[in-house]
């Protein structure tokens, strides 16, 4: 269903799951390229971008969201028509868009609309807001690798491996999400991709900042992540030869005792065998090779 609010002239649409039904009205109404349409029926998610036509622009944008258990990153794609007079926004779920629309709609019964005079002011509301929810979003994902960095000596090594693995997914999902749009806001910055209003650029350039900023947050935690990551392998593998060193030590020392009482075990005549205090001696015996050992062991640094 196609819902809409209007400032004068300007329309803002937004449509959940469009229907065959709500595509052939765009197409319609609007005469929209059948290959921007084609796209809009897609359920795959798509690559970010911006298609340029002589009366509007198609984009398509990925911004994160946390999903149900607060613990992966998702991908939230939202399509956009943008034209001189109207704005149309699509989206596959009930996310922050469907939110900010519904919110602007309880105001614009109340008579509290946003102040916009353009569909570029409009397009710029919107994608600040979603920006600065993105933002948030990054910084809690920063704090988790700043939370790993501080379990890496924890001695729940499962715990803690679980939780790299996880922030580490989240770090790569934004790096691959935010680098494409980077280019993207950068084109309309720079007024590669010229808007329908005027004295836009500082705001643009405001959105890019916004984006630059978190990129480069995200290519910060990206870079700790990895560290911390291969910092846990180290520790792992340390504690790992530790446990190595010690089994290997003390089968070293047992393997000539077990040697001696596997000789003495066996139904022949051996030196000492008829002696009164052969145990006693061959126990001593056993003894003093042990502490020989260990001391040997000791003055190599071996352990």
């Known amino acids: 269903m196609i819902e809409t609010i209007e400032y004068g002239a300007l329309r803002w649409s937004h449509i959940v799951r469009p229907s065959e039904e709500d595509l052939e009205v765009l ?84 008579g509290k609309k946003m102040e916009v005079d353009s569909s570029d002011s409009l397009l710029y509301k919107i994608l600040e807001r979603l920006i600065k929810e993105t933002q948030s979003l990054a910084e809690k994902v920063e704090k988790d690798v700043d939370s790993c960095g501080k379990s890496l000596f924890n001695r729940k090594a499962e715990k803690t491996i679980t939780k790299i693995s996880f922030t580490q997914k989240n770090v790569v999902l934004l790096n691959t999400m935010f680098k494409p749009q980077l280019i993207l806001f950068n084109r309309l910055q720079s007024g590669t991709i010229p808007g329908f209003a005027e004295n836009m650029e500082d705001y643009w350039g405001n959105i890019l900042d916004y984006y630059q900023k978190i990129w480069d947050m995200v290519e910060d935690a990206g870079e700790l992540i990895r560290g911390y990551s291969r910092t846990f392998d180290s520790l792992q593998m340390n504690k790992t030869n530790e446990v190595i060193k010690i089994l290997t030590l003390i089968s070293s020392i047992l393997l000539p005792l077990t040697f001696i009482a596997s000789l003495y075990g066996m139904n022949i005549q051996l ?16 003894v003093v090779i042990a502490v020989a050992m260990l001391i040997y062991f000791r003055i190599r640094k071996w352990m």
């Open 27 to 110: 197409k319609d109404q609007y005469h929209f390229h059948p290959l921007d349409l084609e796209d809009c029926r897609s359920i795959v998610t798509l690559r970010p971008k911006i298609d340029v036509y002589d009366d509007y622009y198609f984009l398509i944008l990925h911004f994160p969201s946390f999903d149900i258990s607060e613990t992966f990153v998702d991908t939230k794609e939202i399509k956009i028509f943008w034209g001189k007079n109207f704005l149309i926004t699509i989206g596959k779920s009930h996310w922050l868009v469907k939110e900010l629309f519904g919110q602007e709609k309880a105001r614009a019964l109340g």
């Open 271 to 286: 030196p000492l065998s008829e002696h009164p205090f052969s145990f006693a001696i061959l126990a001593i015996a056993m």
